[in-house]
Antibody, heavy 119, light 107 residues
Framework: QVQLVQSGAEVKMPGASVKISCKAS????????MNWVRQAPGQGLEWLGW????????NYAQKFQGRVTMTRDTSINAAYMELSRLTSDDSAVYYC????????????WGQGTLVTVSS | DIQLTQSPSSLSASVGDRVTITCRAS??????LNWFQQKPGKAPKLLIY???SLQVGVPSRFSGSGSGTDFTLTISSLQPEDFATYYC?????????FGQGTKVEIK
């Protein structure tokens, strides 16, 4: 069965960076784009971007350009999202989600990683 | 960026009620509209993709319709487990924006 398992919660100081992992199993990792979505406390969903695990190509939301880096390691079927220059506004739950339908529906999600930015 | 506006922002309904949530896009996005359900503390769950295709394993009381800029999620007979927040999302272009959400509460 398809599973996306994310790394654990993080607490970071303002200005620091955070790198979250998403380990995939149960399907051909390189065959599906991996998206990253975040949700601030009590707020809605916000898309950060996606990575093509096959080619490594990325597509980032303009809002995060220059601060976000998505990478992958196909040898261990893992995707990574690194966000730099953190502020308190980046405190959120971060999800990875597989782009699993022909029209871009996100059909499998990780369990979420809580990132808290606080001094 | 494509803006998605959901209505209503919240609603109260009873078990057995028919519930309709709408999502309006700032430009035509057919058929690249998806619907998600999210319960507190959980990841979103895909219900409908391509505006009207039911995701595998989702009960048939959920349906999606619409085209162009106007889309609808319908729950034909609300069940206790359906009380949650619902989001639409467009996958027509990046950034892949979400609606602001509709919270379905118990009346």
């Amino acid at each position: 069965q398809v599973q996306l398992v994310q790394s654990g919660a993080e607490v970071k100081m303002p200005g620091a960076s955070v790198k979250i992992s998403c380990k995939a199993s149960g399907y051909t990792f390189s065959g599906y784009h991996m998206n990253w979505v975040r949700q601030a406390p009590g707020q809605g969903l916000e898309w950060l971007g996606w990575i093509n695990p096959n080619s490594g190509a990325t597509n980032y939301a303009q809002k995060f350009q220059g601060r976000v880096t998505m990478t992958r390691d196909t040898s261990i079927n893992a995707a990574y999202m690194e966000l730099s220059r953190l502020t308190s506004d980046d405190s959120a739950v971060y999800y990875c989600a597989r782009d699993g339908t022909p029209t871009g529906g996100l059909d499998y999600w990780g369990q979420g990683t809580l990132v808290t930015v606080s001094s | 960026d494509i803006q998605l506006t959901q209505s209503p922002s919240s609603l109260s309904a009873s078990v057995g009620d028919r519930v309709t949530i709408t999502c309006r896009a700032s430009q035509s996005i057919s058929p690249y509209l998806n619907w998600f359900q999210q319960k507190p503390g959980k990841a979103p769950k895909l219900l409908i993709y391509a505006a009207s295709s039911l995701q595998v394993g989702v009960p048939s009381r959920f349906s999606g319709s619409g085209s162009g800029t106007d889309f609808t999620l319908t729950i034909s007979s609300l069940q206790p487990e359906d009380f949650a927040t619902y989001y639409c999302q467009q996958s027509y272009s990046t950034p892949r924006t979400f609606g602001q959400g509709t919270k379905v509460e118990i009346k």
